[in-house]
C-alpha cells in the first residue's frame, strides 16, 4: 500500500466507500427527473427515525405536526423553535442514511431575512439536521433567497400551510377555483426561483398539484395533493395508526397501531395483576 494509502484522505475516501451515503439535496433533484418517486415521514424521536430509516424512506421531516400529535395542542402554533431543536437532535442521532429537514415553527420566520438565518445556523448547528422547512410563497421569496444565498437548503410548504389556520378559517383546502389555483402556482413558481430545493403541496385538488409538477424543476411532496407529486409525505404517527385526534381524509392508515398498543399494555396489566409477570426468567439469581 502506498503512503497515499495511509493518510487522512485515503481513510475518509475509504470509510465513505463502506459507508451508504446520505441522501443528499442534489440526490432529491436527480430523482425527479429520473422520475423516480421520494418518500417523506415525519419523525419526532430517535426510535421512530431508525425504523423509518430501516424502511427506506429517503427524507425525514421533523415537522411542526409535533405539536398536536407529541405535544397534544389543537394547533402547531404554540411550537417553538427549542422545541423543534430538541426533537431534531434525537431523530439525526437516529438517522445515518436520510435527509433530515427540521421545520420551523411558526413566528419564527415572519422576521427580516438574516433573524431567520439565525435561527436557521442555529438549527443546522445545534441538530446536525441537513435542510430546513418553512412555510409560505410569495411572502417568503426575500427569506428564501437570504437564506439559500448563505448556504442553507431549504424546503418550501405551500396551498394548505398548518401555521395559516387562523387566517385561512380551518384546515381547509386551497387552490380551488381559478384565481386559488393562481395563486397557489404562483406561489410554488416563486419558491422554486427564490432557491427552494423542494416544496411541499399540502391540501391542494390533484389537478392543481399535477401541473405545478409539471411547472417546476425542484421536486414536489405532496401531503392531499393527489398522485401527480414527485414524491409524498405522510405524518408518521397518521400512517401507523397511533394518532386518534384530526383524521383528514388525505391520511391512509398502512397499520392500526394505537390499537395494538392498547391490546399490548392491556395483555401486561392483565399478567401483571394475575401473578403471571414477571416470571423467573425475567428476574436474577443471587
Ligand atoms: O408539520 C408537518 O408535519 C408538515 C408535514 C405534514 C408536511 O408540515
Do not use: N
Amino acid at each position: 500500500m502506498s503512503d497515499f494509502r495511509h493518510g487522512t484522505l485515503a481513510r475518509f475516501l475509504l470509510a465513505e466507500e463502506s459507508m451508504i451515503p446520505r441522501v443528499t439535496v442534489p440526490e432529491l433533484g436527480r430523482m425527479k427527473r429520473d422520475g423516480r418517486r421520494m418518500v417523506c415521514v415525519t419523525a419526532y424521536d430517535y426510535t421512530f427515525a431508525r425504523l423509518f430509516e430501516k424502511a427506506g424512506v429517503e427524507i425525514l421531516l421533523v415537522g411542526d405536526s409535533l405539536g398536536m400529535v407529541i405535544l397534544g395542542h389543537e394547533t402547531t402554533l404554540p411550537v417553538t423553535l427549542d422545541q423543534m431543536i430538541y426533537h431534531t437532535t434525537a431523530v439525526v442521532r437516529g438517522a445515518s442514511r436520510a435527509l433530515v429537514v427540521c421545520d420551523m415553527p411558526f413566528g419564527v420566520c415572519h422576521g427580516p431575512p438574516h433573524v431567520v438565518m439565525d435561527a436557521a445556523a442555529r438549527v443546522l448547528k445545534e441538530t446536525g439536521c441537513q435542510a430546513i422547512k418553512l412555510e409560505g410563497g410569495v411572502r417568503m421569496v426575500e427569506t428564501i433567497h437570504f437564506l439559500t444565498d448563505h448556504q442553507v437548503p431549504v424546503m418550501a410548504h405551500v396551498g394548505l400551510t398548518p401555521q395559516s389556520v387562523h387566517a385561512f378559517g380551518g384546515f381547509k383546502v386551497q387552490g380551488r377555483g381559478e384565481e386559488a389555483a393562481r395563486r397557489v402556482l404562483e406561489d410554488a413558481l416563486a419558491v422554486e426561483r427564490a432557491g427552494a430545493f423542494a416544496v411541499i403541496l399540502e391540501g391542494v385538488p390533484s389537478p392543481l398539484a399535477q401541473a405545478i409538477t409539471a411547472r417546476l424543476t425542484i421536486p414536489t411532496i405532496g401531503i392531499g395533493a393527489g398522485p401527480g407529486c414527485d414524491g409524498q409525505v405522510l405524518v408518521g404517527y397518521d400512517l401507523l395508526g397511533l394518532f386518534d385526534g384530526i383524521q383528514p381524509r388525505f391520511v391512509k392508515r398502512y397499520l392500526e397501531g394505537g390499537q395494538g398498543i392498547v391490546e399490548a399494555v392491556e395483555h401486561f396489566a392483565a399478567e401483571v395483576r394475575s401473578g403471571v409477570f414477571p416470571g423467573p426468567e425475567h428476574g436474577f439469581d443471587p
